[in-house]
Nanobody, 122 residues
């Protein structure tokens, strides 16, 4: 059982920045591709970013490309999402996820965190 715990969410003004963290349990964290997804009120969960097990490959939704950066520190069992130039439409609950196999931008991940709220005010 892999446990994921997100942190770092909060309230920020448009144009500001936040860094989300996802702490993962387990001894095999470094072998798991990781992803970030978000869900806004009344909307479906959508892909935000993903990173391969080695960190060598990253993927971003078009809506966040150039503003968000996903990274991982396998020694700390932690994945990060640096969010810059935040917009009100970025407001959502952000979830980190891990999966067995190859990295993917689809939501078919095996393990999910509880989510952390990000609110961007105009």
């Amino acid at each position: 059982q892999v446990q994921l715990v997100e942190s770092g969410g909060g309230l920020v003004q448009a144009g500001g920045s936040l860094r989300l963290s996802c702490a993962a349990s387990g001894r095999t964290f470094s072998s798991y591709p990781m992803g970030w997804f978000r869900q806004a009120p009344g909307k479906e969960r959508e892909f935000v970013a993903a990173i391969s097990w080695s960190g060598g490959s990253t993927y971003y939704a078009d809506s966040v490309k150039g503003r968000f950066t996903i990274s991982r520190d396998n020694a700390k069992n932690t994945v990060y999402l640096q969010m810059n130039s935040l917009k009100p439409e970025d407001t959502a609950i952000y979830y980190c996820a891990a999966r067995q196999g190859r990295v993917t931008t689809t939501p078919d991940y095996d393990y999910w965190g509880q989510g952390t709220q990000v609110t961007v005010s105009s």
